[in-house]
């Protein structure tokens, strides 16, 4: 079993930055993918970001691209997103998800078999 837990949601102002964090328990077998997946009320679940466990590749919304930035730290078993420049469309819940296949692909849920319990964020214009 894996434990996932996310912090560093927030209220900021639009232009403004956050920085997420997981943190990774209670697992022995090999991850795949960590990824980063929101959620806006009355949206679906979308893929933010992703990296490849063992080559640290990493996999962006293209649309996000250059704003946010994944990264992780294998020997803590910690994720992070850090998020620029907000905007009140980034406004969401953010979930930090463990993957161990490859499955359907780094950003689409259904590869993701473990998540976190979300982090708030909350960007105002």
């Known amino acids: 079993e894996v434990y996932l837990a996310e912090s560093g949601g927030g209220s900021v102002q639009a232009g403004g930055s956050l920085t997420l964090s997981c943190t990774a328990t209670?697992?022995?077998?090999?991850?795949?993918?960590m990824g980063w997946f929101r959620q806006a009320a009355g949206k679906e679940r979308e893929g933010v970001a992703a990296i490849s466990t063992a080559g640290g590749i990493t996999y962006y919304d293209p649309a996000l691209t250059g704003r946010f930035t994944i990264a992780q730290d294998k020997t803590k078993k910690t994720l992070s997103l850090q998020m620029n420049n907000l905007k009140p469309e980034d406004t969401a819940m953010y979930f930090c998800?463990?993957?161990?296949?490859w499955g359907t692909g780094p950003r689409r849920a259904d590869t993701y078999k473990y998540w976190g319990q979300g982090t708030e964020v909350t960007v105002s214009s």
């Open positions: 209670g697992y022995t077998e090999r991850t795949y993918y």
């Open positions: 998800a463990a993957a161990m296949s």
